[in-house]
């Protein structure tokens, strides 16, 4: 997979953006850079301004406060340019029902100029939509139809895709295809994608990072598996040796016993060193695994147990 390294320019940076209608605060203060070459996932429970914010982002709804760039143009003071980088589905995708797909899309590509034959029959294959594409919207699953939603989405070539709550309505393969679309989409089309959803499981399994938004406010950044360019093997990490004698293991190697054997902080590149010692000591290694921290148990944390499903 092509992903971003730690210098790319972010493809998207919010800078204290508020909004506000009334007296009620919608979104405070929100500053966020968005990673070139990523699924970067906006979390949080309904109602914390995940929408809100997407609107602006694609010019929906005003900016009280702030300003959003896309691809460094401003979506205040160069709308055209900034919007232009940016393809999105916004709640639902909406579309002809009484056409096919692929008529659908030639109607999108008479509104954006360069679309041609040959990209609208790349979109359709990315989201692997052949088989029935020459068929009527009206016939297509919820699913099928996101799939064209998001083709239609891809079909200029944005530099970032948005996509708010997709998997809402989805059944488990829908929600699973779409998760590979995504992937595909960063590797061979080198879009980066911005996806909100409150669905705490379906983010840790589709994004590299997540920022968890509530009341409106940015709580935290997470990246939830290595980039390019990181050194994982230099990385410290709690490392779960299943042994059969915990406590002597313990006096060889250190570490402390818990009820699943003995965890160790050490790095990847240590491990096979404290593997040997255990097994040149006689000790019987039934399997080494890191322990990881699941996404819900970091938003628990984060959020000091505020509900979100």
């Not at 109602?47 to 997407?54: F, L």
Request: proline share 4%; aromatic share 4%.
């Amino acid at each position: 997979m092509t992903l971003s390294t730690p210098a790319a320019e972010p493809v998207a940076r919010l800078l204290n953006v508020s909004k506000s209608i009334g007296s009620k605060k919608l979104v405070s203060d929100l500053t966020l850079d968005i990673p070139a070459g990523q699924v970067f996932g906006f979390l949080g429970p309904n109602g914390a301004g995940k929408t809100t914010t997407i609107r602006m982002m694609v010019g929906l709804i005003s900016i009280s406060n702030g300003d959003i760039l896309i691809g460094g143009k401003s979506i205040r003071h160069q709308f055209e340019e900034a919007v232009a980088q940016v393809g999105a589905i916004v709640e639902n995708p909406e579309m002809y029902k009484f056409l096919t797909g692929y008529q659908n899309l030639k109607q999108y590509a008479r509104m954006v100029p360069g679309v041609t034959k040959q990209r609208i029959d790349e979109v359709v294959t990315l989201v692997g939509l052949n088989q029935r594409i020459h068929d009527r919207v009206k016939s297509y699953s919820l699913g099928m139809r996101q799939r064209l939603g998001v083709a239609q989405a891809l079909l200029h070539r944005p530099k970032l895709l948005i996509l708010d709550e997709p998997t809402n309505g989805l059944d488990p393969q829908g929600i699973r295809e779409l998760r590979d679309y995504l992937r595909r989409l960063c590797q061979e089309e080198g879009t980066s994608v911005f996806v909100s959803s409150h669905l705490l499981s379906e983010m840790e399994l589709m994004c590299d990072t997540v920022a968890v938004i509530q009341n409106g406010r940015l709580i935290d950044v997470r990246g939830l598996r290595g980039l390019e360019g990181d050194d994982d093997g230099a990385r410290k990490m709690e490392i779960l040796f299943e042994v059969n004698e915990p406590a002597a293991a313990q006096a060889l190697i250190g570490g402390s016993i818990r009820k699943e054997g003995l965890v160790v902080t050490a790095t990847r590149d240590e491990i096979p060193a404290l593997n040997q010692r255990l097994v040149g000591e006689g000790h019987l290694v039934f399997g080494i695994r890191e322990i990881t921290v699941s996404l819900e148990d970091q938003f628990l944390k984060m959020t000091g147990g505020e509900g979100i499903e």
